[in-house]
Structure formats: structure tokens, C-alpha cells
Antibody, heavy 118, light 110 residues
């Protein structure tokens, strides 16, 4: 059974970098597929942040591309999100996801709430 | 690439059918058969219900079905049950390695 678990600070100061990690269990990231991040501001809809292939090829939402980096650490069976220069608008529940096919997300983490505030 | 357009709300009585629309453009929904639908109960992570327009993952009841016509995709829930009350989001590939979501529809079972 594939399980994803997000971890990272729940509070980030404006202008700083938001860093989250997603740890996999029940599946080796080396075995393939795509991995990504989706966020949901409180009371609002879903927003795709980006997707990375286990080989390292990455794809980002154009509206966030200049501030986002997604990376894979195969030795730890993890992948990570870094979002730079955050503002209050980046306050959201952040979900890590798996994509069997690039176009849909079949496994989701439980989500982690990140608040941007001084 | 703009968000896909969904009605904010939909409703139906138990046993009835309800259809939720997801309208995009000829650059996303109309161009690719890569529309997916997600169900989200309050406080929970979304769950994949439909992928590639009309395919159901294992374990999703066949009461849930998807279709597409032109730039509009649809999710139909037949034989509504109380547990179907949730938010539903559509998503589509928009080309150039970009994915877009709809704004979400709150489904109420009356």
C-alpha cells in the first residue's frame, strides 16, 4: 500500500523559503512514476504546483515557476518542495501526490497546513 | 492557462442523478482526453474518482461516470447516496506540461 507523508514547518515568515518533504512508504521512488505537489488555500480550490519524474525531470505551474523547486532524494525515498519568497497568499494546505500517469494523481498525502505570517 | 469553470454548487435527492460540468477551452479540455475528477470530503485529502475522461480507478463505484463533449467535461453521479456529499474538482492537461484545476463544486445530497 503506497503511503505519502508530508513534513515541514507549519509556520513560515514572509519573504522566506517554504520547505516541505514527502516521505514514501510501500513503494520505492526509484521504481518510476511521477511525484508532485498540490496546494489548497483555506476555503478555496486546488492548485497544481509541479511534478517531477523519478529520473529528475521537473515541470512547474507557470505562475509559480520562478519561485519553485521540486527535487527527488532516492536514497531517502523522499521528494521535496521549496517555494521561495513566500507571502500570505502562499498560506495553504500542501499535498504531496503520486501520478501513475503524468495527467492525474492517484495517491495523496494527508496534507500539511503551512501558514505564512510574521 | 486559466482555471476550468465549474458551478459552485449542485444538489440532488438520494437515488437521483446529478451532473457536474467542467468547462475549459480548445487548449485544454477540448484538446486532450486527460480530464480527471476528484472527490474531497471536509478535512480530507482529495480522492481520484475518474481519469482520462471516463475511466474509474479500482474501488470507485460505477455510480460515478465521466464524459466529454467539446470543451466541456461532465461528472455524473447516479443513485445519489448521503456519502456522495462532498466537493468535486475537475482537472485537465493544458499542453506544454501544464495541469489546470476547476474551481470546485460543492455537491449537496438533500
Amino acid at each position: 500500500q503506497v503511503q505519502l507523508q508530508e513534513s515541514g514547518p507549519g509556520l513560515v515568515k514572509p519573504s522566506e523559503t517554504l520547505s516541505l518533504t514527502c516521505t514514501l512508504s510501500g513503494y520505492s521512488i526509484n521504481s518510476g512514476y511521477y511525484w508532485g505537489w498540490i496546494r489548497q488555500p483555506p476555503g478555496k480550490g486546488l492548485e497544481w504546483i509541479g511534478t517531477i519524474h523519478h529520473s529528475g525531470s521537473s515541470y512547474y505551474n507557470p505562475t509559480l515557476k520562478s519561485r519553485v523547486t521540486i527535487s527527488v532524494d532516492t536514497s531517502k525515498n523522499q521528494f521535496s518542495l521549496k517555494l521561495r519568497s513566500v507571502t500570505a497568499a502562499d498560506t495553504a494546505m500542501y499535498y504531496c501526490v503520486r501520478s501513475t500517469s503524468w495527467y492525474y494523481f492517484d495517491y495523496w498525502g494527508q496534507g500539511t497546513l503551512v501558514t505564512v505570517s510574521s | 492557462q486559466s482555471a476550468l469553470t465549474q458551478p459552485p454548487s449542485a444538489s440532488g435527492s438520494p437515488g437521483q442523478s446529478v451532473t457536474i460540468s467542467c468547462t475549459g477551452t480548445s487548449s485544454d479540455v477540448g484538446a486532450y482526453n486527460y480530464v480527471s475528477w476528484y472527490q474531497q470530503h471536509p478535512g480530507k485529502a482529495p480522492k481520484l474518482m475518474i481519469y482520462e475522461v471516463s475511466k474509474r480507478p479500482s474501488g470507485v463505484p460505477d455510480r460515478f461516470s465521466g464524459s466529454k463533449s467539446g470543451n466541456t467535461a461532465s461528472l455524473t453521479v447516479s443513485g445519489l447516496q448521503a456519502e456522495d456529499e462532498a466537493d468535486y474538482y475537475c482537472s485537465s492537461y493544458a499542453g506544454s506540461n501544464i495541469l489546470v484545476f476547476g474551481g470546485g463544486t460543492q455537491l449537496t445530497v438533500l
